[in-house]
Each structure stands twice: as C-alpha cells, then as structure tokens.
C-alpha cells in the first residue's frame, strides 16, 4: 500500500463539532493511504513510504462551488456593453437578447466545442483550488440541448481535474417556441425531460428558477411533486428579486438549498431550519445586478440554517469566475464573517450537495481532498482573493498538475 505523509501542516480541519471556528490543528501531519486519510496527529507520531515536507504550511479542506452555471455557449458582453451604454433591458430582450442569447447560442454550439469552452473556463476555479463544483443545465431548454449540456458536465467529472455535481435546470426559462405558453413547456418538463434525464442518471437534483420573470410558486410545485414521484432531490433559484415562497417550497420538499435568497422573509427561514435545507449565498449576482435587497443573514443564523457561499457563475447575472471573490464579496456585501465564508465554501457547500462524506472537512476516514497555501491564516484567501497562494491542490491523495 502506498502511503504519503504531509508532514508539519498547520491544518484547517473544518471538524469542529459546534462550527465554532476553523478546527486549527498547529504543527499536524496527514497520512494518505489509497486516496483517503488514514489520520492527522502531532507532528513526529506517523511514518510513510513517501514524505511532502510542508513547514507550517496551512492546510485547507478542497473549496466547493456549490452553485455555477459553467456550460454556456456564446457571450454576453456586447450586450452587457449595451446596457451600460443606456440601451433598456426591454429593448434588448425585445431583439432576442438575454437569457433566450444564450439559449441559441448554447443549441448551436457542438458538444466538443461546449465542452473545450467549460473545461476552460473551469481552470479558473482549478486555480483558486476548488475539488467540486455544481454545474447546472438550463440553457438547452430541450430534450437533446439539456441533455447535451449534462453530458458537458458529466465529461468535466471524467476529465479527473475535479468532482462534478449536475443539476438539471429545464425549468429556467420558457423557451421561444412555447413563447407565452409556459404551462405547456413545464408540462413538457414534467412528462419528458425530466423522467427520461432521471432515467440516463444525467442529473443528481433538479432547480427551478422560481420567480416573476421565472416559474411561478404553482407551477415550481408541479415540478416538485413530479420530482418526488420519480424520487428526485429538489433545489431552487428562490426569492432572488421578490419574495414568491419558492424557498418555503423548496423546505417543504426537502430540498436541498434554496439559492439566492434576498427577499426571504422568517417563514420561509424557519421552513428551511426545520427541513434542514442550506442557504446558498450568491453575492456576485447581487454586485453585477446593483441590487439593494440582502439576504437576512441574521435571521439565517438566529435559525441555525447553515450558509454556503457559491459564484453563480453565469453569462448574465455573474460573470465571475472566482470563489474567493465570491467569499470577499460575502463578507464586504453580506456582512459574512470570514470564518462563515470559509465554512460556506466548505462543510456547509458539501451539505448544499449532499457529498459531506466526501468533502468540506478534513478528518480519518474522508478522500484526501485538500489544498495547501502559502498562508498563514483562511482569512488570507478571503482578504486578497487574488493573490496566488495555492501551492497544492490534492484530490484523492494525488497532488493535481
Ligand atoms: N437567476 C439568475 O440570475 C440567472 N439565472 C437565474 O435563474 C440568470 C442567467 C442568465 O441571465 O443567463
Ligand atoms: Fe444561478
């Protein structure tokens, strides 16, 4: 059996039973054994056939981008150059742009080409040492184009570089051709994509963008009771520019976060306490969009609702490809601690994904996924998100390239 110790690490356990504070092991080795760590002790008390000296150096569990829209084809940024040069967001939709721009893009894009444009865009993450990420379907809005888009994800998963979870968001938009007929395009949903993607295993949990200009609170219900029939886990776009229920819905469902979440009101956090559903915070959509509205944060933690901290990453609302800027923002918008970012990114990112046995703390027995940094404290990451202190980046005990 092969085995490497990380020796003299000063390691971020994330395993504190209360999330009271980082779970700082000082002066601490890690002892990997086929991809999964055998213990974490004192420094001088394990032995292995191979040695990685790390002098103090910190020790992280891998960070989890709980929430991205990585698969698109197309850009937006002429549009977006419109818009900030006065052209109204009517106008601009009236000619085919937003959200429906990328749709036609993402049709007409090849599978290779899609998946040579997310690999890329996804090295960004790679670099600030993230080892799982959320990718969303939702521009497809078809059952070939949805399909084509998961199976993007699934190759990113297969390409090794990370650990992919994949969410089928059909129901993100009605598409041109059910123009005005929005019923009848989630009846499609309902009946077809989502039972036959179920099926393919394409997807692990499906989402819904539950809002006024989205899926109304009924219909986001149709698609939840369908889920459930099927026993799909359920997650949601919720309360993003008003309060429809969405995230109570999602509570309701046993879903397993509800996103966005600007205009939660206390029902709708209470519900979400009760049914042990995360709160993913998205502040960079919050920054590009100007919004004004905040997530009540303090109800969130009056509640015990843990908080993840996600990019949203997205040709529209969020073209920002960094976690740590997302956890800058978090804390400098949201009024996060950085303690709470760095959990956001970690132990509560892996419960919004239900992969907590695989990632998000550092303990004996989890996969040995973990990144080290030339830092001396979490706070460093956050503080100066660009700044390059990732030294290593470690899935399944094998230092990545
Ligand atoms: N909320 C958003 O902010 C994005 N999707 C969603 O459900 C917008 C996505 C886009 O404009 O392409
Ligand atoms: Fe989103």
């Known amino acids: 059996m092969s085995t490497t110790l990380w020796q003299n690490a000063t390691v971020a356990t994330f395993n504190h039973p209360a999330h009271a504070d980082y779970g700082m092991l000082p002066q601490h080795d890690i002892l990997v054994a ?80 899609l998946y040579r444009f997310s690999f890329e865009r996804l090295q960004s993450l790679l670099a600030e040492g993230v080892g799982l990420v959320e990718i969303k379907s939702g521009y497809g809005l078809n059952l070939a184009d949805e399909a084509k888009m998961l199976r993007v994800s699934q190759r990113l998963q297969e390409s090794g570089a990370v650990a992919v979870s994949r969410t089928l968001l059909a129901a993100h938009a009605v598409p041109p051709e059910f123009k005005g007929r929005a019923d009848d395009y989630l009846e499609m949903v309902i009946q077809e994509i989502l039972p036959i993607l179920w099926q393919e295993k394409a997807f692990d949990c499906v989402d819904v963008f539950c809002e006024n200009v989205g899926f109304s609170a009924a219909q986001t219900e149709r698609l939840f009771q369908a889920a459930q029939a099927l026993g799909v886990p359920v997650k949601g776009h919720t309360e993003q520019l008003s309060l429809q229920g969405g995230s109570a819905l999602v509570a309701k469902y046993g879903g397993w976060s509800a996103d966005h979440i600007e205009y939660l009101d206390e029902a709708g956090v209470a519900a979400m306490a009760e049914a042990d559903t995360v709160a993913v915070l998205l502040p960079g959509a919050y920054y590009f969009l100007r919004e004004s509205q905040k997530p009540p944060v303090e109800l969130l933690r009056r509640y015990g609702v843990p908080m993840a901290v996600a990019t949203d990453f997205n040709p529209g609302t969020s ?81 990545q390239g």
């Open 319 to 399: 073209p920002f490809a960094s976690l740590r800027m997302s956890m800058n923002m978090a804390c400098v918008q949201f009024g996060l601690t950085p303690l709470e970012a760095w959990q956001g990114v970690t132990v509560h990112a892996a419960r919004a994904l239900r992969r907590e046995h695989e990632f998000g703390c550092l303990k004996a027995g989890m996969p040995a996924h973990f990144n080290v940094w030339n830092a001396e404290s979490p706070v460093d990451m956050i503080y100066e998100p660009f700044r390059p202190l990732l030294q290593q980046r470690v899935l399944h005990g094998n230092i």
């Open 34 to 113: 086929n991809g999964r760590i055998q213990a974490i002790e004192p420094t001088g008390r394990l032995s292995a056939a191979h040695t990685v000296r790390l002098n103090g150096a910190l020790v992280t569990p891998s960070l989890i981008d709980c929430h991205t829209h990585l698969v698109f084809g197309g850009s937006r940024a002429n549009e977006w150059e419109r818009r900030q040069n006065g052209v109204s967001y009517q106008q601009i939709s009236a000619e085919g742009g937003g959200i429906n721009s990328t749709v036609r893009a993402t049709r007409e894009t090849a599978e290779d080409e």
